[in-house]
């Protein structure tokens, strides 16, 4: 096991591809804090239709230990109670996983400004947020990692101007938080999905998504699980002398653009 009796917090857990990363984490030997909105999955109109229990039902199954706590991550207050409850209840903790975002689809005529302020404030705000709060508690671990789920829009236009800011910043938040860690062991990376099966896709025409499939040279579309390995890998001791960067994980997408 690569993660055994690690404490982790994963945000944005319930579904998709936080709960990816949170059941491979857990089949890995961690701990893990579920935390989101809301403690029951998402069911996608395309992808996820059966996904119905919660996800610390599937870390039980696997034998390991899950928490729920229920936090909007972009309420300070409620960012705060998360961290201190995880401590408290396992004595510590390991790996931060900044996972929980939004999309709101439009380009700049279409999305409010109320709109762009809800994705900044989920998409980057609340991830410097839960770094800030975490960072003390991290630098006390042994293993102490911070892994950013950003994305290829990071790297090119064509979400919206609200989630490809968003994204693009934190990679490079990636990098400062990376530089301020490393004297402490704390390495803090980014990954960038391309595109994952999950209910993220509602907002989609099917036109769009066989355009995405189209550009994506390997045959299959990404799941939870595929980000969930990844994250164990940059979580895992294998990972130790890896610090600042981003891994594409995206079936060959940016490859191909
Ligand atoms: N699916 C993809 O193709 C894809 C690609 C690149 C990046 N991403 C990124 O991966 C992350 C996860 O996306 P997903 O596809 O799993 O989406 P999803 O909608 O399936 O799951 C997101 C989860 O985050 C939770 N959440 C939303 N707002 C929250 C808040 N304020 N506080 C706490 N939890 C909140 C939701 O309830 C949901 O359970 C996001 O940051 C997204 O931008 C996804």
Known sequence: MLLKNRIAIVTGSS?????GIAIEF???GAHV????????????????????????????KLGAQGLFVKTDISDDTQVDHLIQKTVEHFGGLDILVNNAGIHIPGNSQELSIDDWDKVINVDLRAIFVAAKIAIPHLKKSTFGRIIQIASVNAYGGGAGPAYASAKAAVVNMTRDLALESAQ????????CPGYIETAIQDYLTPEQIEETRQKTPLPRF???RDIGRSAVFLASDDAEWITGTSLVVDGGYLASV
């Open 15 to 19: 579904s998709g591809i936080g709960r």
């Open 26 to 28: 857990a089949r890995e």
């Open 33 to 60: 804090v579920v935390t989101d909105i809301q403690e029951n999955p998402n069911q996608g109109k395309y992808h996820e239709q059966d996904t119905i229990t919660p996800t610390v039902n599937e870390i039980e």
């Open 184 to 191: 402490d062991n704390l390495t803090v990376n980014a990954i």
């Open 222 to 224: 990404g799941l939870p």
